[in-house]
């Protein structure tokens, strides 16, 4: 048969996927009356598959596997790939959207777009913000970003700043220095 909502109306597949989303177990009643003398249940399977090759093994016809778009994955498309989580807005459980690390991160995690593993010198949410002891803007999305203070010389063995501020021109630098350092350069 047809799965049917209250109204009459059939179920559209994306309403019976929803609904099938967190599927954890499936309940059979099988006692409607009390006191009940003989109950039986017959005929019931459940059809799983392995997506590796065994030998031998029946091939299951029945099971779905898709061919999802390059932001989702799953045998039904029902996850988010890498790259991408599930925002909160649109239809039935959302879109999965790209994530939004500035160009700094691959990856985040697919519930809350949180990024994983920053690099070029970013940290923060969304690789947002430049490490201590560099300056620049992380949200440009570019890999030189977020450079090293020159406090007193820009290699990291040598900086002594916790942040610094450069000038628009790039020719004024002032240096944040960390605890036991001072000096307009951290060189003292």
């Known amino acids: 048969g047809e799965f049917r909502q209250l109204s009459g109306r059939k179920v559209t597949r994306e309403q019976l996927m929803m609904a099938l989303v967190n ?3 499936l ?3 099988g006692s409607y009356f009390q006191p009940s003398l003989d109950v039986r249940l017959s005929n019931v399977a459940l059809d799983t598959a392995l997506t590796s ?3 031998n093994a029946a091939q299951a016809l029945t099971v779905e596997q898709c061919h999802c778009p390059p932001n989702y994955k799953g045998t039904s ?3 988010c790939a890498a790259g991408y989580y599930r925002s909160a807005t649109g239809p039935y459980l959302g879109f999965c959207v790209p994530c939004q690390c ?3 991160a691959d990856t985040c995690d697919v519930v809350t777009g949180k990024c994983h593993s920053c690099q070029d010198n970013t940290f923060g949410d969304h690789c947002e913000q430049c490490l201590p002891g560099y300056h620049g803007d992380a949200t440009r999305g570019n890999h030189d970003d977020c450079l090293i203070c020159a406090c007193p010389i820009p290699l990291p063995s040598n900086n002594f700043a916790d ?3 450069v000038s628009p021109s790039g020719q004024e630098i002032s240096c944040n220095c960390k605890k036991g350092y001072y000096g307009p350069r951290c060189d003292v």
């Open 77 to 79: 498309c029902e996850e």
């Open 23 to 25: 599927l954890d177990g």
């Open 53 to 55: 090759y065994v030998p």
């Open 27 to 29: 309940y059979i009643r």
């Open 163 to 165: 942040s610094c501020e």
């Open 102 to 104: 500035n160009g700094h």
